[in-house]
């Protein structure tokens, strides 16, 4: 990092920290990197296995220090602002956190969009570069970009028609996600990943929206019985950068760590591809019940996506293209 230490406090909205230079007097380039998934999820693993390719690669002359569970304070929300304003050199988020800021990063999570991994490998190739863009205006470069496998409905209760949803109190995790919720007439509390478990374990929520991934991290089996395989959304993380912190890479070293983020991001899909089913497993060797809607029930789910698709397009209009090119890709016949 360019900013000389202690770094400065941040506050916004989570703990307030401060980052002591734990790499003063050391040798080469150290960027610390900000992640609020816990240590056993697979987008922890992958960010310390490129930290440690990068410093072999590098000769040792680049050291990322991985710092997984929000332990620096810092939520998911609040990652793209603290790389700007270079809190800390990285951070790895999900696109949808960012949606207050710059919505189209959000784009991959509009509701029953994306069908399949593989859709939305097509969608991100399509909106990839606006992301990158939207991210080069904060002064961040991306790295590599990772999914999420589909995201769940978690329940205590045993949900079988739309009106079961009825006055149930739900974790969201972006405005779309909350029309979503809002429209099966349910009650939304939006709220990162790491408040999920005390809100729970308090009974602040009925149930929660996250990827099996996630729900076997955290153990759901100890507050709900039922995993919905609502396939409602989809999501990437990005791992991303300070510009100024990039530079203090020699160009030769930026060659190699690029090199390195675009060999393991293809690997990093795979991981994620098979990571759902292991995880599904898991939930269920722990007495979760595995529930696929039947076709009323989805229908009656998908029925609230086009007037959410419309709204985001009106209001990101950069969007519009975007769509109307992955609903052709798709060969999806949808009138947006």
Known sequence: MSLPFPRRTFLGGASAITLSACDAGLSGVHWDLSMPWGPS????????????EAHARTAGQLTIHVHPGAVLGLKGPESLRAVEEGIVDMADTAGFH???????????SLPYLVEDIDELAVLYGLMRPAVEAACARHGIRVLYVVPWPNQNFFFDADIKTVDDFQGLTMRTYDKLSTDLVVGLGMTPIQMPSPDVVPALASGALDGA????????????????????????????????????????????????VQALAQQLEPEYWEIARNDDIDKLKVLEANGMITQVPDAELMAGMQRLALPIWRTFVQQTPEAGPILEAFLRATGKQVQV
């Not at 960012?98 to 991959?108: D, L």
């Not at 991934?213 to 039922?226: I, V």
Request: aromatic fraction near 12%.
């Open 41 to 52: 999820e697979y987008h922890v693993t992958n960010a310390q296995r490129f930290a440690d």
């Open 98 to 108: 960012q949606v207050g800021t710059e919505p189209i990063m959000s784009m991959e």
């Open 209 to 256: 929206m996250t990827s099996t991934t996630t729900a076997a991290a955290q153990k759901f089996w100890e507050f709900l019985s039922y995993t919905m395989r609502s396939n409602h959304t989809w999501s990437c993380n990005i791992l991303m950068i300070n510009e100024d912190s990039w530079q203090t890479l020699s160009p030769e070293d930026q060659t190699r």
